[in-house]
């Protein structure tokens, strides 16, 4: 059973940067493709970015440009770089493994991914 865990959340001031980073443990292949999520209080769950098992990423619009995601498949690890950010990117920060959908349209639907950790928090303060 594969388990992920989110950590690096905290508190910062606009313009600032964080990078979270995801673990993944138990019967974990590196073929899964992997994204990044985030919800914040009163709206629905949103892709921020996703990696697909053969390298390609996506990113939402609203992040593209100042965030960065990448794997380590050595070490089963996922991340995301956040630079510049805003207030607007304050949410509780999900990442997610085991994507059964097709990539070049759904790369960042919550429903297409089948293993989710128990988030990560993340404040920007202005």
């Known amino acids: 059973q594969v388990k992920l865990v989110e950590s690096g959340g905290g508190s910062v001031k606009a313009g600032g940067s964080l990078r979270l980073s995801c673990a993944a443990s138990?019967?974990?292949?590196?073929?899964?493709?992997m994204a990044w999520f985030r919800q914040a209080p009163g709206k629905e769950r949103e892709g921020v970015a996703a990696?697909?098992?053969?390298?390609?990423?996506t990113y939402a619009a609203s992040v593209k440009g100042r965030f960065s995601i990448s794997r380590d498949n050595s070490k089963n690890t996922l991340d995301l770089e956040m630079n510049n950010l805003k207030p607007e990117d304050t949410a509780m920060y999900y990442c997610?493994?085991?994507?059964?959908?097709?990539?070049?349209?759904?790369?960042?639907?919550?429903?297409?991914?089948?293993?989710w950790g128990p988030g990560t928090q993340v404040i920007v303060s202005s």
């Open positions: 997610a493994a085991r994507f059964a959908c097709t990539w070049a349209s759904d790369s960042l639907r919550d429903n297409c991914y089948s293993i």
């Open positions: 138990g019967d974990y292949p590196a073929t899964y493709s």
């Open positions: 990696i697909a098992n053969f390298g390609g990423t």
